[in-house]
């Protein structure tokens, strides 16, 4: 079966910090990855997704970077976090068909 | 431009108390209308998917139906573990993403 992992669960990093939040995926391959920001009391904001590796689309200008170094890994990045940074980010796959599943997120304060 | 509004922000039932949940759109193209549940803290679970007007999805309490401009998820007698953030998002024809409505907090009380 598919599992997907994301990590941290929680992080509390200081402004001009750089970040870096892994996402993996098991049990399929060439899925497209997902990652979305949720603000507080707010819906799911698509931030970057991939198509395969080494591809990267990028939905919105933002101070984050996103890379997908091999098929089932996907990593969230940035050089220098800022207050706004912090937020929900959530990893998500599907395998073009069979519906979209989330990781378990990771909690960001910028502090 | 394509979009999705949920309704109302936030609903409070008493255990027992039926009621629905909407979801407005407008998207050129739908593939699909998915509904997810969301616990605080925690990423969104999947409900249902929904592709073309007329159909319904039913697991226990829960019943989604679409049309062609809206989709509401329908909660018969809830109890309170059914409190949560119920999300519903859209895909358009040839996309590769998901695009989420802001989401309905129920709480479901004793």
């Known amino acids: 079966s598919q599992t997907i992992h994301q990590w941290p669960a929680t992080l509390v990093q200081p402004v001009g910090s750089p970040l870096s939040l892994e996402c993996t995926v098991e049990?399929?391959?060439?899925?497209?990855l997902y990652w979305y920001r949720q603000a507080a009391g707010r819906g799911l904001q698509l931030l970057f997704y991939?198509?395969?590796?080494?591809?990267i689309s990028s939905e919105v200008p933002q101070n984050l970077s996103a890379s997908r170094p091999q098929d089932r890994q996907f990593i969230l990045s940035s050089k220098k976090l800022l207050l706004s940074d912090s937020g929900f980010y959530l990893c998500?796959?599907?395998?073009?068909?069979?519906?979209?599943?989330f990781g378990s997120g990771t909690r960001l304060t910028v502090v | 431009e394509d979009q999705v509004t949920q309704s109302p922000e936030a609903l409070r039932l008493q255990e027992g108390e039926s009621s629905s949940l909407n979801c407005s759109y407008t998207?050129?193209?739908?593939?699909?209308l998915f509904w997810y549940r969301q616990d605080p803290g925690k990423g969104p679970e999947f409900l249902f998917t929904?592709?073309?007007a007329g159909e319904e999805k039913e697991k226990e309490r829960l019943k989604a139906t679409l049309t062609k401009k809206e989709s509401f998820l329908h909660i018969t007698a809830p109890k309170p573990e059914d409190s949560a953030t119920y999300l519903c998002?859209?895909?358009?024809?040839?996309?590769?993403?998901?695009?989420f409505g802001t989401g309905t907090q129920l709480k479901v009380e004793l």
């Open positions: 929904l592709y073309s």
């Open positions: 049990g399929t391959s060439n899925p497209n």
């Open positions: 998002a859209f895909e358009r024809g040839g996309g590769n993403k998901l695009t």
């Open positions: 991939s198509v395969g590796i080494g591809q």
């Open positions: 998207v050129s193209g739908l593939r699909g």
């Open positions: 998500a796959w599907t395998d073009r068909g069979y519906g979209y599943t």
